[in-house]
């Protein structure tokens, strides 16, 4: 089992920047790839960003390509999202998600682990 705290969420005004955090704890050796989710009021779940745990490979949704960076601090195992130009579209809850399969990294139902969300407000 992988356990996954999110942080770093709240109120920004547009054009600000916010950086999330994702904190696995547990069987992180089993961890395959780390991405982010994002769901507004409303709508569906959607993919935003993932990184590979081993090689650190980046992957982006079209929406956020130049605008959001993904990192990691494998000796933290702790992922990151920076945020920055935020807009009011971007709004939503933020979840962190883990898989160990090897694969397409942007369909959520290939996560096993969830983390529990983090607010994210822009205000215009």
């Known amino acids: 089992q992988v356990q996954l705290v999110e942080s770093g969420g709240g109120l920004v005004q547009a054009g600000g920047s916010l950086r999330l955090s994702c904190a696995a704890s547990?069987?992180?050796?089993?961890?395959?790839?780390l991405g982010w989710f994002r769901q507004a009021p409303g709508t569906e779940r959607r993919f935003v960003a993932a990184?590979?745990?081993?090689?650190?490979?980046?992957f982006y949704a079209d929406a956020v390509k130049g605008q959001f960076t993904i990192s990691r601090d494998s000796a933290k195992n702790t992922v990151y999202l920076q945020m920055n130009s935020l807009k009011p579209e971007d709004t939503a809850v933020y979840f962190c998600?883990?898989?160990?399969?090897?694969?397409?990294?942007?369909?959520?139902?290939?996560?096993?682990?969830w983390g529990q969300g983090s607010q994210v407000t822009v205000s215009s």
């Open positions: 547990g069987r992180t050796s089993s961890i395959y790839a």
């Open positions: 990184i590979t745990w081993s090689s650190g490979s980046t």
């Open positions: 998600a883990a898989r160990r399969s090897i694969g397409v990294v942007y369909y959520e139902a290939h996560y096993e682990w």
